[in-house]
């Protein structure tokens, strides 16, 4: 029968109107403690951020950011990223944080997607920033060679954005981030309309070009009320929590950073993770909750003395990626630390369920639906699955954004459900088991594939560290199955036999990889979830001889 999770009793009452306005709150009460630190040293107080705020708010306002305009951040880590993301919210303007790593032309590409007027960046972003403007402005003039790649109408409307720095020096028609903040903060007429937008966040997608999700103040602040409503609690005041995912990405900008504002926690940035760094971090500042993505396991396994080097940690939280049971439970064992896992999307700002939600843990959940959220799934023709069979996932709730910019395409129906294209089914508790993503489901000689059947198949063979499965057109079978594995250290003729011999013993014979390539390593995003897409991209120019 349909399984179903419906939960009610949404607060109808939001604590704030948007995420700035919890900083203001906090600094009304607590306006002496710690806010935000950097592992640099750098901190500053409720009192002193909720100024900063004001004072970047006011400053937007002078340079003709006015209500709605985008501003993009192309910053790590640092405290100037949560004052400007929390400035431009309380402008009532449209943040758009990017990935400081991007490359030129994705940033190009960006900028003219989102038509952002100004990109605030750090010394370590500015150089690509002004790359990518330079490259806009050939291609809005047709001298840039591969104009193309933009829409026409978007550059037809494109006006260059001014370039904000963090700390450099500046180029001519440049500002200093210090110049862009006001002397002093004016009140800013408080958000009326919940249902502005906040916040534009380019997903890394599975294929294609990313598209920018449309999140607005009501959608950011039910998920921050959502995930506060669990019980046992993530987070609460006394928390100092660990801020070494990266802000950009909505599981670290409203999922760690919402939540800090809302329960007025400690927050401790990290420009970057590290394995030793980030554990001498957690011990120096007595980080109490530690937000992770899964590589991170892998990079601690083998730590001597782990479990006294994460002391003062009560909580290990790991989202973006399945995380495999058998490494939650080694963890455990080992250091006594709960880890909790959850399912989350950008498009769901971005948690959905928390195995803190289950009855009790069991292998392989993601756990229940946050109070607030409905589950339930369909199947290829969007009935009902019969029985226990799986389908794809839907979800409803106040968090949902609202479609993919710019004209608010593919978002939820008129019922308010929205299509994840995840494939997953729910127990009799409401437990949700995640099983592939429907886009990267390959069909061999008309038989379903799921790569993460594959994988975790793959994954048993011991030299195996990492592995990542995808499907390629073939002229017989329609689709074949292609894995490319990370086995560091081992001889690529014997793991590629040994993955064959063991995938011939616990496959079918159209689940089995028609090729197997070893790499040094696999293409991650920000929170360590693998970039199939670019795998695909390999393919491509295989296929096409391009690449040997």
């Known amino acids: ?22 900083v203001a709150s906090a600094a009304a009460e607590s306006p002496d403690r710690l806010a935000v630190v950097e592992a640099g040293g750098r901190s500053v107080t409720w009192a002193q951020l909720d ?20 501003v993009m951040l192309v910053v790590g880590n640092r405290i100037e990223f949560v004052t400007t993301y929390l400035g431009t919210l309380r402008a009532q303007a449209v943040a758009v944080p990017v990935n400081p790593t991007a490359t030129p032309g994705e940033l190009a590409r960006m900028i003219a997607d989102s038509g952002s007027r100004m990109v605030v960046a750090d010394g370590s972003s500015v150089t690509r920033v002004r790359e990518a403007v330079g490259l806009l402005d050939r291609a809005r003039t047709g001298d840039l060679e591969g104009a193309d790649d933009f829409d ?9 954005p001014r370039v904000v720095v963090i700390g450099s020096t500046l180029l001519p028609g440049e500002r200093s981030y210090d110049h862009l903040r006001a002397d002093s903060a004016r009140r800013i007429p408080p958000l009326q309309d919940p249902e502005k937008l906040a916040a534009l966040l380019y997903t890394s997608g599975t294929s294609g070009r990313p598209r920018a999700a449309m999140l607005t103040h009501r959608a950011l602040i039910a998920n921050i009320e959502q995930a506060a409503a669990v019980d046992p609690p993530m987070m609460h005041g006394d928390d100092v ?3 070494v995912l990266p802000m950009f990405h909505v599981y670290g900008l409203n999922a760690v950073l919402g939540g800090v504002l809302l329960h007025r926690a400690k927050l401790v940035l990290a420009e970057r993770f590290d394995p030793q760094g980030t554990l001498d971090l957690i011990d120096d500042e007595a980080c109490s909750v530690v937000p992770i993505a899964p590589p991170v396991f892998a990079y601690w396994r083998s730590v001597e003395g782990l479990e006294e ?8 939280l790991s989202g973006s990626a399945p995380l495999a049971p058998e490494v939650i439970e080694e963890f455990t064992a080992r250091t006594g630390i709960a880890v909790h ?6 498009e769901a700002s971005p948690v959905v369920t928390s195995t803190l939600r289950s009855e009790r843990l069991q292998t392989g959940s ?4 946050l109070e607030g959220i409905e589950i339930r799934l369909v199947d290829e023709a969007g009935e009902i699955p019969v029985g226990d069979d799986p389908g794809e996932i839907q979800i409803r709730g106040a968090n949902l954004f609202s479609g993919y910019w710019p004209d608010g395409a593919d978002g939820p129906d008129d019922d308010g459900w929205w299509s994840t294209g995840d494939v997953g089914f729910l127990d009799s508790s409401g437990d949700l088991f995640l099983v592939d993503r429907l886009k990267e489901l390959i069909i061999v000689s008309g038989f379903n594939v799921y790569p993460v059947e594959v994988e975790e198949v793959i994954a048993e063979v011991p030299e195996v560290r990492e592995v990542a499965v995808i499907g390629v057109a073939d002229p017989i079978t329609g689709e074949a199955v292609v894995a490319y594995v990370v086995a560091p250290g081992a001889e690529p003729a014997t793991v590629g036999s040994a993955v064959r011999d063991h995938c011939a013993e616990r496959l079918a014979r159209f689940k089995q990889p028609s090729r197997i390539e070893i790499v040094e390593r696999l293409p991650l995003t920000g929170t360590g979830k693998v970039q199939k897409g670019r795998l695909r991209g390999l393919e491509r120019r295989r296929a096409l001889g391009i690449l040997g």
């Open 1 to 22: 029968m349909w399984k179903y999770r419906h939960m009610s009793g949404q607060n109808p009452s939001p604590v704030a109107r948007d995420v700035a306005e919890l």
């Open 309 to 316: 080097r994460l002391g003062p940690v009560r909580l290990v």
């Open 366 to 369: 993601v756990g229940a639906a």
């Open 241 to 243: 929590v660990l801020g």
């Open 152 to 160: 026409p109408e978007v550059l037809a409307r494109l006006t260059l």
């Open 341 to 346: 896992q959850g399912y989350g999307l950008t």
């Open 51 to 70: 100024d900063e705020v004001g004072r970047v708010a006011t400053g937007l306002g002078a340079a003709g950011i006015v209500a709605g305009l985008r």
